[in-house]
């Protein structure tokens, strides 16, 4: 045993003392370097995902061996796709991509950044280079196909800051509804969900493709009755006034008037859509006395449009909330019927019905929608289907591709 009044015995413990503290010492220096050097291996990693990650959907490979791909995106505010299509000489009736890439747009510094990164990662993974492109883009796009703003979107799409920064030697744009309709013949079957059969028509009515998302776009298909030559229009219909038929109406749009501080019209747009989820729900959270079986969120700005649809069957506020919604989204969607005639269909698409579909069954919608004195037995009979597919703008983009590019 150690005797601490012994003075070899004393010096052997600070001896054995400082060989621990050292071995300590040297131990955690090692560890620090390591964590260092992890640190900056996972940091890097990081990095290299956020800018070049993409989720890929594979349709077919045969693209793989084209000498001549052609990339098609869909920018919107949530997400940006891209795609890579096969070259075709006829125009393609049924044209799909070959691969998907997919991405969020927060992550998305800019749209001229994106595209370089989806070749680049087209090149290193499949050995394709892309020369021409075609992107779907929310907005109304120039007479040129080249220029894009939206206030929804962080970015201007300009086409020609993306050639003079890429390796792409030409490109074009088109609206997303426009892209939406084209693309609506490349949907399967399988994909559509029947609200409302009606009345089978002739092939040569006009049919209206509608959704409300992050946004409201419309696209119209209308048929030559004779040539039966068929031409998609885009609109900006969702920024058309939005018509309060009632006293709650009326204090609704002053309401969100207040909220936004305008002066100008509320539109279509500014209630049916996510954002006007929310603008309902705050309006009724402060203009009714509803006990909801659930505690509301602590904050009225905590809340979102897929919160108050997932509380629809358990919230009473939720559910007023929603039923409004439908409500004008079936009036909605039944002016832009009447006033192009589109007794051929109407194709509902959009993240909000796409991931609800049972909302559209709800009474309230239909009714709403062939509530009018005059041609009630006319909407009736108008065929509604839910596109499930959210690739459909991508494939309108590859068919319209194949038209302006020429590939």
């Known amino acids: 045993m150690f005797n601490v009044n012994n003075p070899t015995s004393s010096n052997l413990l600070v001896y054995v003392n400082t060989f621990i503290a050292t071995i300590i010492l040297i131990?955690?220096?090692?560890?620090?370097?390591?964590f260092?050097?992890?640190?900056?291996?996972?940091?890097?990693?990081?990095?290299?995902?956020?800018?070049?990650?993409?989720?890929?959907?594979?349709?077919?490979?045969?693209?793989?061996?084209?000498?001549?791909?052609?990339?098609?995106?869909?920018?919107g505010v949530e997400k940006v796709q891209f795609a890579i299509i096969k070259t075709a000489k006829k125009c393609p009736k049924r044209l799909k991509p070959a691969v998907i890439l997919e991405r969020k747009s927060s992550i998305t510094k800019s749209i001229v950044n994106a595209v370089n990164e989806a070749i680049v990662y087209a090149k290193k993974k499949?050995?394709?280079?892309?020369?021409?492109?075609?992107?779907?883009?929310?907005?109304?796009?120039?007479?040129?196909?080249?220029?894009?703003?939206?206030?929804?979107?962080?970015?201007?799409?300009?086409?020609?800051?993306?050639?003079?920064?890429?390796?792409?030697?030409?490109?074009?744009?088109?609206?997303?509804?426009e892209a939406q309709a084209y693309g609506i013949q490349a949907v399967s079957e399988e994909k559509l969900v029947c609200i409302n059969k009606g009345k089978k028509r002739k092939s040569s009515s006009n049919k209206v493709v509608v959704g409300a998302g992050s946004g409201l776009g419309k696209s119209l298909i209308i048929q030559d009755p004779i040539s039966l030559n068929r031409t998609v229009v885009a609109t900006e219909a969702?920024?058309?006034?939005?018509?309060?038929?009632?006293?709650?109406?009326?204090?609704?749009?002053?309401?969100?008037?207040?909220?936004?501080?305008?002066?100008?019209?509320?539109?279509?747009?500014?209630?049916?859509?996510?954002?006007?989820?929310?603008?309902?729900?705050?309006?009724?959270?402060?203009?009714?006395?509803?006990?909801?079986?659930?505690?509301?969120?602590?904050?009225?700005?905590?809340?979102?449009s897929s919160w108050i649809i997932k509380n629809y069957n358990s919230n009473n506020l939720c559910k007023k909330t929603v039923d409004m919604f439908l409500s004008f989204y079936g009036r909605c969607i039944k002016n832009?019927?009447?006033?192009?005639?589109?007794?051929?269909?109407?194709?509902?698409?959009?993240?909000?019905?796409?991931?609800?579909?049972?909302?559209?069954?709800?009474?309230?919608?239909?009714?709403?929608?062939?509530?009018?004195?005059?041609?009630?037995?006319?909407?009736?009979?108008?065929?509604?289907?839910?596109?499930?597919?959210?690739?459909?703008?991508?494939?309108?983009?590859?068919?319209?591709?194949?038209?302006?590019?020429?590939?």
């Open 27 to 34: 131990c955690s220096a090692v560890c620090f370097t390591r």
């Open 36 to 75: 260092r050097l992890n640190y900056r291996k996972i940091k890097k990693a990081t990095s290299e995902k956020n800018s070049a990650y993409f989720d890929e959907k594979f349709f077919f490979k045969t693209c793989f061996k084209e000498d001549n791909p052609v990339l098609i995106a869909n920018i």
């Open 126 to 177: 499949y050995g394709l280079t892309p020369k021409k492109a075609c992107f779907s883009v929310a907005g109304m796009v120039s007479k040129k196909r080249n220029l894009c703003e939206n206030k929804n979107l962080p970015w201007t799409i300009d086409v020609r800051k993306i050639l003079n920064k890429t390796k792409l030697e030409t490109a074009t744009l088109i609206n997303d509804f």
């Open 238 to 304: 969702g920024h058309a006034a939005f018509p309060p038929e009632n006293e709650t109406e009326l204090c609704l749009v002053k309401f969100i008037k207040k909220l936004l501080k305008v002066n100008h019209q509320i539109t279509w747009e500014d209630l049916v859509s996510s954002k006007g989820i929310e603008r309902i729900y705050k309006f009724l959270a402060k203009t009714n006395n509803t006990k909801s079986k659930k505690p509301q969120p602590e904050k009225l700005t905590n809340y979102t």
């Open 336 to 407: 832009f019927v009447l006033g192009a005639l589109t007794k051929g269909g109407v194709y509902i698409s959009g993240g909000i019905v796409r991931d609800n579909i049972s909302l559209l069954k709800n009474k309230i919608f239909f009714n709403e929608f062939t509530n009018d004195k005059n041609y009630k037995s006319l909407l009736k009979d108008v065929p509604i289907h839910v596109v499930k597919d959210k690739y459909t703008k991508l494939y309108g983009a590859a068919i319209w591709s194949s038209k302006a590019l020429l590939v």
